[in-house]
Nanobody, 125 residues
């Protein structure tokens, strides 16, 4: 079992930037495809971005494509989500999650088995 801890959330004005981090412990993180999801109040959890366990493949939702960048540093057991040009609609709790070892990128929350506790991102207009 891998344990995940998100950090880097906060309050930012529209147009600003934040970088979220997802730190892993417990297993060899480099074997896990990792995703970021978010959930706004009253809405379902939605896919944001994912990165393969090698880091060679990435995938983004249409709503963040061109603004957000997912990356990983396996030596530090950390996955990052760089968020630029933030909009009030990006306000949500952001979660990172991993798929079972060796599996490819997916975009549904059901495909991910381990989750962090989330970090709040609030974008003011």
């Amino acid at each position: 079992q891998v344990q995940l801890v998100e950090s880097g959330g906060g309050l930012v004005q529209a147009g600003g930037s934040l970088r979220l981090s997802c730190a892993a412990s417990g297993r060899t993180f480099s074997h896990y495809t990792t995703g970021w999801f978010r959930q706004a109040p009253g809405k379902e959890r939605e896919f944001v971005a994912a990165i393969s366990w090698t880091g060679g493949d990435t995938y983004y939702s249409d709503s963040v494509k061109g603004r957000f960048t997912i990356s990983r540093d396996n030596a530090k057991n950390t996955v990052y989500l760089q968020m630029n040009s933030l909009e009030p609609e990006d306000t949500a709790v952001y979660y990172c999650a991993v798929r079972a070892r060796g599996l490819s990128i997916a975009t549904t929350s059901a495909a991910f088995g381990s989750w962090g506790q989330g970090t709040q991102v609030t974008v003011s207009s």
